[in-house]
């Protein structure tokens, strides 16, 4: 079993930053990928980015140029930066961890960008 627990969120103007960190805990293996989901009101959640434990990168193209994920894998820790944020990009925000042929979600956490 694996633990999701997020921070950050919150309110936040247009063109403003803000991060988000996931900690993950319990059976996890050194091979993982972790990311990071969303999902506006009425929509089907979808991906943001995600991170392996090799480091390699996928960013949905929402996220390109304005988001960076990143983690610590001693920690097993996931980060989200996000700039530049657009009031679209309000949502739910999830962290995801697959390992051992198993998924994970996270509770979510809220964003809402708006002046």
């Known amino acids: 079993q694996v633990q999701l627990v997020e921070s950050g969120g919150g309110l936040v103007q247009p063109g403003r930053s803000l991060g988000l960190s996931c900690a993950a805990s319990?059976?996890?293996?050194?091979?993982?990928?972790m990311g990071w989901f969303r999902q506006a009101p009425g929509n089907q959640r979808e991906l943001v980015a995600l991170?392996?434990?090799?480091?390699?990168?996928t960013y949905a193209d929402s996220a390109k140029g304005r988001f960076t994920i990143s983690r610590d894998n001693a920690t097993n820790t996931l980060y989200l930066q996000m700039n530049s944020l657009k009031p679209e990009d309000t949502a739910v925000y999830y962290c995801?961890?697959?390992?051992?042929?198993?998924?994970?979600w996270g509770q979510g956490t809220q964003i809402t960008v708006s002046s």
């Open positions: 995801w961890i697959t390992t051992g042929g198993t998924a994970y």
């Open positions: 319990g059976s996890i293996f050194s091979l993982n990928t």
């Open positions: 991170i392996s434990s090799g480091g390699r990168i």
